[in-house]
């Protein structure tokens, strides 16, 4: 069964383009992990400051056996970390982790 992760950032209101920039400089570092079926980020439309991390995993396992990974590891650091130089400040201000599995809906079609 599918398992859905939700990591909900709150990022200051004019940090959010940051928070885009960063995941897409580390974008596909997920790809390749077994059992790893999907991922968006989600922008808000309106005032809201959370942005949305979704992931969708084959089962909880695979979840965590990627949080344990290297990969997990290698693709939270940024490319001046993967360089040798310094992380910089962090864009998020707090982070929560949901977790849901689908319980119903539908499909277009």
Do not use: C
């Amino acid at each position: 069964m599918t398992v859905i992760k939700i990591n909900a950032i709150t990022v200051p209101a004019d940090s959010g383009d940051e928070l885009a920039h960063r995941f897409a400089a580390r974008a596909g570092a997920v790809d390749d992990q077994d059992g790893f079926e999907g991922f968006e980020l989600l922008k808000p439309t309106d005032d809201r400051t959370v942005w949305l991390v979704v992931t969708r995993w084959r089962d909880e396992e695979s979840f965590q056996a990627w949080l344990s990974s290297p990969a997990f590891g290698h693709g939270h650091r940024s490319a001046a970390e993967r360089s040798g130089g310094d992380a910089p400040p962090p864009v998020g201000v707090q982070s929560e982790v949901w977790s849901y599995e689908i319980a119903g809906g539908s499909s277009a079609g």
